[in-house]
Structure formats: C-alpha cells, structure tokens
C-alpha cells in the first residue's frame, strides 16, 4: 500500500474563543497518496537535509504561490513555461553580455515577478515581491538594521540587479543610459544616476542602493 503522508497548508478560519479571538487557526490538514518511490525520494532527502518530511512537503507546496508543475512542464502562474538551469551558469551568461542587454535582462527579470505580484492582487507589497525572489531562488530577502534591502552580488552582475531592483521597487524602467561608459562620459548623468540609483557600500558581498529601503511600518 502507498505511504499517506499528510502536510499542512494556510488558509483562514474562524477565532475559537472571545479571550483568543485576534487568533486564528490558519491551517488545514490534506492528505496526499504516493507510490513507494517518491515516498522513498522523500526519505532521502529527509535524511540529507535532517527535517521532518512534513516540512519537505510544505517546502515543496510553498512553490505554489510561484509556479504551476504540471506532469511534463512547469510554468509561472501566468501561463509561460519555465526551465531550470544552474544558478551559477546563468549568471555568468549575464555578465558576458554588453551592460545594455544585463540591464534589458534585469529589467525582463523583475516583470516577471511583478506581473505575479499584479495576478495575485500585490502589485504594491514589497514584501510579497522579496518573498517570491527568496523562493524562486534569486536571492535570499535580507534586510539589514536600517531596513535597506542587500542582494548577494551571486545573483548577477551590477547593472542586471540595479535594473531588476529598480523595476520591483519603482515599477518604472532602468535608465539604459547608466552604463559604465556612459557615465565615465558625463558629469551630469553621473550626478543624475548618483542621485537616483545611489549605491550604498554596506556589506562587500552585497548590492544595496538608497531607494531599495523598505518603508516603516
């Protein structure tokens, strides 16, 4: 017989008592059949990670509010198709390519995070957005004591993350003009990206920029 391994997932309900009223259970239970050999993938990797194979199932379902897996694709809730490559060879793909295309690519990167943000009615939750990079894997949502948001400089070259940032956090296009040669060229537009862009030397292994701070609550 299959394993029937059970997990849980959000979902609102009612308060039980008037003294825990602002407390809600927000989980159910469901239950899902396997066959053998993927109960079996689940135990190594149980093994290998040393949690519970509850947790790897939430993990998992967590992807969810990300992408759609389907028997033979897997694609964004918006209907376009995904694949996976490796984290590392992309990036250096990135940062062989002239600044203008890093900045397009970055600029491509973002919408698509935005346009999940826009089909899941958040289209102006930062925190939603930072919560889909970290699970996608773009990069871990780090936010430091001032509240400015640090992206790990693995995640791609300066310009792709200045465009990517620039697009989640503003919703406005990257200046294609803030290139390196561009800005060597002019005292003003290095004046204008300095006052826009503004980049911030926080932690050396970081981007960080002064208009990525998220807002007070």
């Known amino acids: 017989m299959s394993p029937n391994p059970t997990a849980k997932s959000n979902s609102p309900s009612d308060s039980k008592s008037d003294a825990s009223k ?116 773009f990069f871990r949502k780090y936010i430091d004591d001032q509240n400015y948001l640090l992206i790990s400089k693995k995640f791609g070259s300066k310009k792709f993350v200045e465009a990517f940032t620039w697009r989640i956090f503003k919703n406005k296009e990257y200046n294609p003009r803030y290139t390196e040669d561009e800005l060597k060229g002019s005292k003003n537009l290095t004046q204008q990206y300095n006052r826009e862009i503004h980049p911030l030397d926080r932690i050396s292994s970081y981007y960080s920029f002064e208009f990525a701070k998220i807002p007070p609550e």
Do not use: H, M, P
């Open 22 to 137: 602002n407390i809600k259970d927000s989980t159910v239970v469901i239950t899902v059949r396997i066959d053998e050999e993927l109960n079996k993938n689940l135990e190594a990797i149980k093994r290998d990670l040393g949690i519970s194979k509850a947790d790897i199932i939430r993990n998992y379902l967590e992807l969810s509010k990300c992408l759609i897996k389907q028997k033979n694709s897997v694609k964004s809730v918006d209907d376009q198709d995904f694949i996976i490559i490796i984290k590392s060879y992309l990036r250096e793909l990135v940062e062989v390519i002239a600044e203008e295309e890093q900045i397009n690519l970055g600029d491509k990167f973002a919408r698509f995070i935005n346009a999940i943000a826009l089909i899941k009615n958040k289209s102006d939750d930062l925190d939603f957005k930072l919560d889909l990079c970290n699970n996608l894997g």
